[in-house]
């Protein structure tokens, strides 16, 4: 998917900021832009539209609204930027909390749109790597595990050196066409049933 061929919602109580967040991104291209001026309701038309980058104004929003406002974005798994016209240090970090990609204090120029959109989209992408990153070494570090406590098992069992157990696996797993981590948990599974 190319840069233009996002699916952009603004969500904007007030008309005339939302025409400047449109005119911005309809003169930086972006032709799929759909502008909301209803918080209530919001979660039905994110789930319809399928966006994929969020754009929140908020000219001066209560603590209900924020709060409401984050909890959608925590689910919603998508770039998001928010503009408010004055916030506190709270608000901030529990917008990051949240997972708002680009949060912007007092700001809303047309011209601004386009690199805080660019902004809120990279960043997302950064973090989400980043999330993957941190998922793929967590389940790494419990393979890791696995097939340790796999050879332990064997070494016991079959009075095998910590080389031998591992080279049984590794035969094992290369001759059943499946990953080490597996046939180490069918060991440790099965020692579980014969102990």
Same mark, same amino acid.
């Given at each position: 998917?190319?840069?233009?061929?996002?699916?952009?919602?603004?969500?904007?109580?007030?008309?005339?900021?939302?025409?400047?967040?449109?005119?911005?991104?309809?003169?930086?291209?972006?032709?799929?832009?759909?502008?909301?001026?209803?918080?209530?309701?919001?979660?039905?038309?994110?789930?319809?539209?399928?966006?994929?980058?969020?754009?929140?104004?908020?000219?001066?929003?209560?603590?209900?609204?924020?709060?409401?406002?984050?909890?959608?974005?925590?689910?919603?798994?998508?770039?998001?930027?928010? &503009?408010?016209?004055?916030?506190? *240090? %709270?608000?901030? /970090?529990?917008?990051?909390? @949240?997972?708002?990609?680009?949060?912007? #204090?007092?700001?809303?120029?047309?011209?601004?749109?386009?690199?805080?959109?660019?902004?809120?989209?990279?960043?997302?992408?950064?973090?989400?790597?980043?999330?993957?990153?941190?998922?793929?070494?967590?389940?790494?570090?419990?393979?890791?595990?696995?097939?340790?406590?796999?050879?332990?098992?064997?070494?016991?069992?079959?009075?095998?050196?910590?080389?031998?157990? &591992?080279?049984?696996?590794?035969? *094992? %797993?290369?001759? /059943?066409?499946?990953?080490? @981590?597996?046939?180490?948990?069918?060991? #440790?599974?099965?020692?579980?049933?014969?102990?």
């Amino acid at each position: 998917m190319t840069h233009l061929d996002l699916t952009i919602l603004v969500i904007d109580e007030n008309a005339i900021r939302a025409s400047i967040i449109e005119e911005g991104l309809h003169e930086a291209g972006h032709s799929r832009v759909t502008v909301v001026h209803e918080v209530n309701g919001i979660a039905r038309v994110i789930e319809s539209l399928q966006p994929d980058v969020i754009f929140i104004d908020l000219e001066n929003p209560n603590r209900d609204m924020m709060e409401h406002l984050f909890q959608l974005t925590r689910t919603v798994g998508r770039p998001i930027a928010m &503009f408010v016209d004055r916030s506190d *240090t %709270a608000s901030i /970090e529990a917008a990051v909390d @949240a997972g708002v990609s680009a949060y912007i #204090v007092d700001g809303l120029k047309k011209e601004r749109v386009k690199p805080i959109l660019d902004m809120a989209v990279s960043r997302f992408n950064a973090f989400s790597r980043l999330q993957r990153e941190l998922a793929d070494a967590k389940s790494a570090l419990e393979e890791r595990k696995i097939v340790e406590r796999a050879k332990g098992i064997l070494m016991k069992m079959r009075s095998l050196s910590e080389e031998q157990a &591992f080279a049984l696996l590794r035969q *094992t %797993a290369m001759n /059943e066409k499946k990953k080490i @981590a597996d046939i180490a948990q069918s060991v #440790v599974t099965a020692a579980g049933l014969l102990m």
